[in-house]
């Protein structure tokens, strides 16, 4: 066996292969902090290896290994098959019963947890006004946009927390395509939100974002 030890979303993630070189990566480990899981995913013809994989989660390490399946279902553009069983994300418990496509009716379930935030509020708190925007792609290219923006308020509360979560944040919307997507089929960006600092304008937040921000 062949083993490698990598970070993965600040995580330790533990990796393992086969001798054989034919069954591809059989196990994991991730130690970090994520949510309880346990369920099993059965292959696609996506997949190079036919292997259903199990992955059970215990909150600071998630274990997953797998065993050669033969029986696969058209991928249909999901790179994932069939899966069974349950994760928590963030508030929410996800319960999978069969293959997803990302549409409406897929055999998923999320059911909110009684201890989650719930979202009690959403302020608009200025007018529109437009700014210049600039955004430098990787390629060197400088694309000179118009950025109009408002600052938003939205206010969470926990029923067992005696206070609330308020973000801050400016919601912007740009007059033409930004970013490295640019003209792709996939399309760039035509707007998105920022979140503030205290005691920052909304158009000190802009500038900010126009210096940190990338566009993938």
Not at 11 to 23: E, T, V
Not at 113 to 120: A, K
Not at 127 to 144: D, F, V
Not at 167 to 195: H, L, P, Q
């Given at each position: 066996m062949r083993f490698r030890l990598e970070m993965e979303r600040r995580s330790l993630l533990l990796r393992?292969?086969?001798?054989?070189?034919?069954?591809?990566?059989?196990?994991?480990?991730?130690?970090?902090?994520?949510?309880?899981?346990?369920?099993?995913?059965?292959?696609?013809?996506?997949?190079?290896?036919?292997?259903?994989?199990?992955?059970?989660?215990?909150?600071?390490?998630?274990?997953?290994?797998?065993?050669?399946?033969s029986k696969v279902v058209p991928d249909d553009g999901q790179c994932s098959g069939p899966t069974y069983g349950f994760y928590f994300f963030n508030d929410s418990l996800v319960l999978e019963y069969g293959k997803t496509h990302g549409r409406r009716g897929d055999p998923q379930k999320h059911i909110r947890m009684p201890w989650g935030w719930r979202h009690i509020e959403h302020r608009t708190e200025t007018e529109p006004r437009t700014y210049s925007y600039q955004y430098e792609r990787e390629s060197g290219e400088i694309q000179k946009r118009q950025a109009t923006i408002h600052k938003e308020t939205r206010v969470w509360w926990r029923p067992w927390l005696p206070w609330k979560k308020i973000v801050r944040a400016i919601n912007v919307d740009f007059n033409e395509e930004v970013g490295e997507r640019t003209g792709s089929w996939k399309g760039g960006v035509m707007g998105c939100s920022y979140s503030m600092l205290p005691h920052e304008s909304p158009l000190e937040c802009l500038r900010r974002m126009e210096r940190e921000r990338r566009f993938k």
């Amino acid at each position: 066996m062949r083993f490698r030890l990598e970070m993965e979303r600040r995580s330790l993630l533990l990796r393992c292969w086969s001798s054989d070189y034919r069954q591809g990566e059989i196990a994991y480990a991730v130690f970090g902090l994520r949510g309880l899981r346990a369920d099993i995913e059965f292959p696609s013809d996506w997949h190079e290896h036919r292997r259903a994989w199990v992955r059970i989660g215990f909150g600071v390490v998630t274990v997953a290994f797998s065993f050669p399946w033969s029986k696969v279902v058209p991928d249909d553009g999901q790179c994932s098959g069939p899966t069974y069983g349950f994760y928590f994300f963030n508030d929410s418990l996800v319960l999978e019963y069969g293959k997803t496509h990302g549409r409406r009716g897929d055999p998923q379930k999320h059911i909110r947890m009684p201890w989650g935030w719930r979202h009690i509020e959403h302020r608009t708190e200025t007018e529109p006004r437009t700014y210049s925007y600039q955004y430098e792609r990787e390629s060197g290219e400088i694309q000179k946009r118009q950025a109009t923006i408002h600052k938003e308020t939205r206010v969470w509360w926990r029923p067992w927390l005696p206070w609330k979560k308020i973000v801050r944040a400016i919601n912007v919307d740009f007059n033409e395509e930004v970013g490295e997507r640019t003209g792709s089929w996939k399309g760039g960006v035509m707007g998105c939100s920022y979140s503030m600092l205290p005691h920052e304008s909304p158009l000190e937040c802009l500038r900010r974002m126009e210096r940190e921000r990338r566009f993938k």
